[in-house]
């Protein structure tokens, strides 16, 4: 009866422990989500600007394409595509003595007004305490549909200057909504974060 009684009572002490552990870790990941509230967003530029297989270069413009990449644009743009993939990234400076962890994080980007894409990026990342991050969002999108009112000069000073060409300034709009993850359950920041950037 005694070692019955002893197992008992490891059982609820081993129990308790448990308990007080997952407690403990609410605690901390709820104290990274106020933290969470206190980090601020901004959006250092884009890069990795890819046009039709070609990898566009700081500065370049359409004078700096070969004969043979010419061709490849005009014949795009005369079958009214333009596809493009780049990066947009977005520095996370977090203030706080503790890490800020985000499970995932909702965007929606924008150029010139217009909505590129609209999506959620679910690689989670860990800002560590009085640090500086980066993600980098991967997006991808044809300017000629997007831009489809435009001339097809436009457009393509448009992919040009992604990369940081000279022309007419581009508005990059970023909305994110950062989550993060406790007891299997993802909380979101109470609104988008708006995130305005002009390519000059």
């Not at 009112?149 to 970023?174: C, H, M, Q, R, Y």
């Not at 359950?185 to 002009?198: C, E, H, M, R, W």
Request: net charge positive; with cysteine; hydrophobic share 45%.
């Amino acid at each position: 009866m005694k070692k019955i009684i002893r197992i008992i009572v490891i059982v609820m002490l081993a129990a308790s422990f448990t308990a007080c552990e997952q407690l403990a870790q609410i605690a901390n990941q709820a104290a990274q989500v106020l933290n969470l509230k206190n980090c601020n967003f901004d959006v250092s530029g884009v890069d990795n600007i890819n046009m039709l297989g070609m990898n566009l270069s700081k500065g370049m413009d359409k004078s700096n394409l070969n004969a043979t990449q010419l061709l490849k644009v005009t014949n795009s743009l005369l079958n009214k595509k333009l596809p493009v993939t780049f990066n947009v990234n977005i520095d996370v400076d977090n203030p706080n003595g503790i890490a800020a962890t985000l499970g995932k994080m909702d965007y929606i980007i924008s150029l010139n007004n217009k909505e590129v894409i609209s999506s959620t990026f679910n690689n989670g990342f860990s800002i560590p305490a009085n640090s500086k991050g980066k993600v980098a969002i991967p997006i991808s999108t044809d300017l000629f549909q997007l831009f489809s009112g435009e001339t097809a000069d436009a457009i393509l000073n448009l992919a040009f200057k992604l990369a940081g060409a000279k022309s007419n300034p581009v508005n990059l709009g970023v909305k994110v909504k950062p989550y993060i993850k406790i007891n299997n359950q993802s909380l979101a920041y109470p609104d988008f974060i708006t995130i305005n950037k002009v390519l000059e």
